[in-house]
């Protein structure tokens, strides 16, 4: 595998279920993020990670957490999601030592739909 | 703050026409500044980057110039293919920060 790879590519979930989506980058990089793309809507920055530690929470809401055990994965686990919530969900990766950062390389993105 | 403002879409060219799409960025300083495209069903992938003023990125036949005086970094090319058919997103970043700012992206679709 290269780059960053997401999984699953699509998902169709109730409103009460609990799933996680997974994203795993193999460029070696210290950053990863998650974004929400949305019809009609500008690219929403939701979680970034910087050396496996949380650096930005944009007030997303609780129904959506996200984990990072090692700075080559990134979990997002969703629970009773709304179908508003249904989106396009990207992961990103890049490389930064606190200061400056490279450009990011984002993941193909799991399709999302909220039943 | 810092944004990044994109011609509106959709975009439609006959095969092997010319290419503008339009980008201006407004920031507290001097920003690097990206080109990424998303082709249907696909996340964001970079196309073309400047990080410096009067820098050309390019690729795939695509460029771009990081204008300073202008404020503008408009992607470029000079023979569209149906295959560029995609949504072209510019973004800007500053040296010391991780966040890409984002335009709303622009959509083209270009015809036999």
């Known amino acids: 595998e290269t780059g960053v790879t997401q999984t699953p590519r699509h998902l169709v979930m109730g409103m009460t279920n609990k799933k996680s989506l997974k994203c795993e980058q193999h460029?070696?990089?210290?950053?990863m993020y998650w974004y929400k793309q949305s019809a009609k809507k500008p690219l929403e920055l939701m979680f970034v990670?910087?050396?496996?530690?949380?650096?930005e929470n944009n007030s997303v809401p609780s129904r959506f957490s996200p984990e990072c055990p090692n700075s080559s994965h990134l979990f997002l686990h969703l629970h009773t999601l709304q179908p508003e919530d249904s989106a396009l969900y990207l992961c990103?990766?890049?490389?930064?030592?606190?200061?400056?950062?490279?450009?990011?390389?984002f993941g193909p993105g799991t399709r999302l739909t909220v039943l | 703050g810092n944004s990044v403002t994109q011609m509106e879409g959709p975009v439609t060219l006959s095969e092997e026409a010319f290419l503008t799409i339009n980008c201006t960025y407004t920031?507290?300083?001097?920003?690097?500044l990206f080109w990424y495209v998303q082709y249907p069903g696909e996340g964001l992938q970079l196309l073309l980057k400047?990080?410096?003023?009067?820098d050309k990125g390019s690729n795939k036949g695509f460029e771009a110039t990081y204008r300073k005086e202008t404020t503008s970094f408009h992607l470029e090319k000079g023979s569209v293919q149906v295959s560029d058919s995609a949504v072209y997103f510019c973004?800007?970043?500053?040296?010391?920060?991780?966040?890409?700012?984002f335009g709303s992206g622009t959509r083209l679709l270009v015809r036999p």
């Open positions: 990103a990766s890049s490389q930064g030592d606190g200061f400056s950062y490279n450009e990011q390389f």
């Open positions: 460029l070696g990089h210290n950053a």
């Open positions: 990670y910087s050396l496996e530690e949380r650096v």
């Open positions: 920031a507290t300083g001097y920003p690097s």
């Open positions: 400047a990080t410096k003023a009067d």
């Open positions: 973004a800007s970043r500053m040296d010391s920060s991780y966040k890409l700012i």
